[in-house]
């Protein structure tokens, strides 16, 4: 069974940095990308960026460019995304997902992690 | 940067209407559209793929049509299960994805 576990929540106070993990299963991790999503509270879902794990490709939206970092540990077939400079905005549940198969769009997805940032 | 405008942003509805929502894209998008259906507290979850192709296990009363910049999910009978909040998203420019600020559906 493929299967994306995320890392817990997390309490963060402004300018801070918080990295989320992502633990992949069930499937070969460098076949695929791995994305992260931001679900502000109430909110939309909003593309951060990816990274492909075989050769640790990145692209990332421009919204969070220069903040966000996404990285991919093949040995333990873990993706991380780090987000730097938190501000109250950034509180949300952060995915990450994956395009299994080749397709161009998210077809499993983590469980979400929520990051709360409060002074 | 492509936008996808959804419509309406929320609609009440009983069980057993046929229920229809759109999704406009600021450029022409050929069939590279997804739509995802949201519960509150889960993950997405894949309906339809390339604008009308259904996803493996979702039932045959979700149906998705259009192509270029306009596109709709319709729901031929409303369940009780089906009341959640609708996304869609585009692959065009893929690897950059963009989603549609969503549609939530309510209980009349």
């Known amino acids: 069974e493929v299967q994306l576990v995320q890392s817990g929540a997390e309490v963060k106070k402004p300018g801070a940095a918080v990295k989320i993990s992502c633990k992949a299963s069930?499937?070969?991790?460098?076949?695929?990308?791995m994305h992260w999503v931001l679900q502000a509270p109430g909110k939309g879902l909003e593309w951060m960026g990816l990274v492909h794990p075989r050769d640790g490709d990145t692209r990332y939206a421009e919204n969070f460019q220069g903040r966000v970092t996404i990285t991919a540990d093949t040995s333990t077939d873990t993706a991380y995304m780090e987000l730097s400079g938190l501000r109250s905005e950034d509180t949300a549940i952060y995915y990450c997902?994956?395009?299994?198969?080749?397709?161009?769009?998210?077809?499993?997805w983590g469980q979400g992690t929520l990051v709360t940032v409060s002074s | 940067a492509i936008q996808l405008t959804q419509s309406p942003s929320s609609l009440s509805a009983s069980v057993g209407d046929r229920v229809t929502m759109t999704c406009r894209a600021s450029q022409g998008i050929n069939s590279a559209l997804v739509w995802y259906q949201q519960k509150p507290g889960k993950p997405p979850k894949v309906l339809i793929y390339s604008a009308s192709t259904l996803e493996d296990g979702v039932p045959s009363r979700f149906s998705g049509r259009g192509s270029g910049t306009d596109f709709t999910l319709t729901i031929s009978s409303l369940q009780p299960e089906d009341f959640a909040t609708y996304y869609c998203?585009?692959?065009?420019?893929?690897?950059?994805?963009?989603f549609g600020g969503g549609t939530r559906v309510e209980i009349k």
């Open positions: 998203q585009q692959f065009n420019l893929y690897p950059h994805l963009t």
């Open positions: 997902a994956t395009s299994l198969g080749g397709a161009q769009w998210l077809t499993t």
């Open positions: 069930g499937y070969t991790f460098t076949d695929f990308h």
